[in-house]
T-cell receptor, first 113, second 116 residues
Framework: DAGVIQSPRHEVTEMGQEVTLRCKPISGHNSLFWYRQTMMRGLELLIY????????DSGMPEDRFSAKMPNASFSTLKIQPSEPRDSAVYFC???????????FGPGTRLTVL | AQSVTQPDIHITVSEGASLELRCNYSYGATPYLFWYVQSPGQGLQLLLKYFSGDTLVQGIKGFEAEFKRSQSSFNLRKPSVHWSDAAEYFC??????????????FGKGTLLTVNP
């Protein structure tokens, strides 16, 4: 089975531009997570979806960040406008149920100049 | 709130030597515990997990971990390290009940270097 798929793998953009990160969870999984990884703060949960519904977005840093899950097989994380401090690796993970093992995608390395 | 401490930021071992990576957690009840490994430029791969039952857990790639409730620890061990084990290792704790039982809290990670 294919694992969690993320695109793009690398993104370089200029400050002020809109950035959209994409995620395809493992088929049959009903929970989806977006994380951000930085040297300073480690791995942080940004938002959690269950059955396509956002349950916990308390980790979203500010209004510039938004996430959607229009169906069970696709989710996006959007940053608009992007800032240099948003530079990080963004991971998507999915699990079969809310407290089951989370399986991570390869991540998107975002650089905002 | 739960928390995880990985006291060692960086560990260097020789190939063939034994390995123990430390993990201490803070949580009011019996937690779910995980070890993940991250190779450079890759996502996190699950090594092993503890939900309940036997406190000695076997994982992939020859790793094992032991849950010690009295010490609030979940240390990762391997009897003989291979050069391919060089990576960053993350311990994580989750809640086994309650409304936020989906939430994993990760440690800051331990970077493992393996000398030939």
């Amino acid at each position: 089975d294919a694992g969690v798929i993320q695109s793009p793998r690398h993104e370089v953009t200029e400050m002020g531009q809109e950035v959209t990160l994409r995620c395809k969870p493992i088929s049959g999984h009903n929970s989806l997570f977006w994380y951000r990884q930085t040297m300073m703060r480690g791995l942080e949960l940004l938002i959690y979806f269950n059955n396509n519904v956002p349950i916990d977005d308390s980790g979203m840093p500010e209004d510039r960040f938004s996430a959607k899950m229009p169906n069970a097989s696709f989710s996006t994380l959007k940053i608009q406008p992007s800032e240099p401090r948003d530079s990080a690796v963004y991971f998507c993970a999915s699990s079969q149920d809310r407290k089951d093992t989370q399986y991570f995608g390869p991540g998107t390395r975002l650089t905002v100049l | 709130a739960q928390s995880v401490t990985q006291p060692d930021i960086h560990i260097t071992v020789s190939e063939g030597a034994s390995l123990e990576l430390r993990c201490n957690y803070s949580y009011g009840a019996t937690p779910y515990l995980f070890w993940y490994v991250q190779s450079p430029g890759q996502g996190l791969q699950l090594l092993l997990k503890y939900f309940s039952g036997d406190t000695l857990v076997q994982g992939i790639k020859g790793f094992e971990a032991e849950f010690k409730r009295s010490q609030s620890s979940f240390n990762l061990r391997k009897p003989s390290v291979h050069w391919s084990d060089a990576a960053e290792y993350f311990c994580a704790v989750g809640k086994n009940s309650g409304g936020s039982n989906y939430k994993l809290t990760f440690g800051k990670g331990t970077l493992l270097t393996v000398n030939p």
